[in-house]
């Protein structure tokens, strides 16, 4: 069975940092590209960034987010990584965690796999 956990969401003011965490089991985590997504309430799921599988080499980051947020994986540990840098009040959103099987993929509904999301509000 397949986990994608999310975990490091939070409320925190404008300009402070954040860095999320989703921890991956029941897949082979390297032949996965794996991307973080968020839903503000009332609007739909967008990408936030994306990193491709296995080595990491290729990664792609949403206009709204370039320069601020960095994604990364560690194979060893399962795990894909969001830092997230000088945050807005427009950051806040539900993030979740996606895998997709070889490719980087920027559509939600081609996603294999979701984590159950992380609530992260950014105050004014």
């Known amino acids: 069975q397949v986990q994608l956990v999310e975990s490091g969401g939070g409320l925190v003011q404008a300009g402070d940092s954040l860095r999320l965490s989703c921890a991956a089991s029941?897949?082979?985590?390297?032949?996965?590209?794996m991307g973080w997504f968020r839903q503000g309430s009332g609007k739909e799921r967008e990408i936030v960034a994306a990193i491709s599988w296995w080595s990491g080499d290729n990664t792609y980051y949403a206009d709204s987010v370039k320069g601020r947020f960095t994604i990364s994986r560690d194979n060893a540990k399962n795990t894909v990584y969001l830092q997230m840098n000088s945050l807005k009040p427009e950051d806040t959103a539900v993030y979740y965690c996606?895998?997709?099987?070889?490719?980087?993929?920027?559509?939600?509904?081609?996603?294999?796999?979701w984590g159950q999301g992380t609530q992260v509000t950014v105050s004014s």
């Open positions: 996606a895998a997709n099987w070889r490719s980087i993929e920027t559509r939600p509904s081609w996603i294999n796999y």
């Open positions: 029941g897949l082979t985590f390297s032949g996965y590209a």
